[in-house]
């Protein structure tokens, strides 16, 4: 399973939505508010993890633009229910690590979790 990943991403990677999102400026305060919406029942609210996995700070941004369009797994694609602009402000978010700002809920030790 070493080479799926660059098998996935040279099959999708021409995807000319994914590159249109690529090129958009994600604001992450309106992603967060997207996130909440859409992401957070299975994802928790700063990507610690639910029903879905936690996750991490995207090191691809195709990818990640990529699972949320198309899903992966378990995961369902959202292509019909996020527009483009969205899912830039999503990635916006996902890069400042699920977060704005000094949120102590991220903190390793965090009360929150
Ligand atoms: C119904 C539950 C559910 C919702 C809603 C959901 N996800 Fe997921 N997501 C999953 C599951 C389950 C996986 C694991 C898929 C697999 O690889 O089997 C996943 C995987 C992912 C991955 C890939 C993680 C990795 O390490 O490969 C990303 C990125 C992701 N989700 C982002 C999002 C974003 C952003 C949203 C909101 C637009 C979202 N998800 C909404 C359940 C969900």
Not at 15 to 43: F, K, M, N, P, Y
Not at 63 to 72: K, M, N, R, S, T
């Amino acid at each position: 399973m070493r080479f799926a990943p660059a098998l996935l991403l040279a099959a999708c990677g021409g995807s000319g939505r994914v590159e249109d999102i690529l090129a958009l400026d994600g604001d992450a305060a309106a992603g967060q508010t997207v996130w909440a919406a859409r992401c957070a029942s299975c994802h928790g609210s700063f990507g610690e993890g639910g029903s879905g996995p936690a996750l991490a700070v995207p090191a691809d941004e195709a990818a990640f633009v990529d699972v949320v369009l198309y899903g992966q797994g378990d995961m369902s694609g959202q292509e019909d229910v996020v527009d483009d602009q969205d899912v830039a402000d999503l990635l916006a978010f996902a890069l400042e690590g699920y977060t704005l700002g000094s949120d102590p809920c991220r903190a390793s030790t965090s009360p929150c979790r």
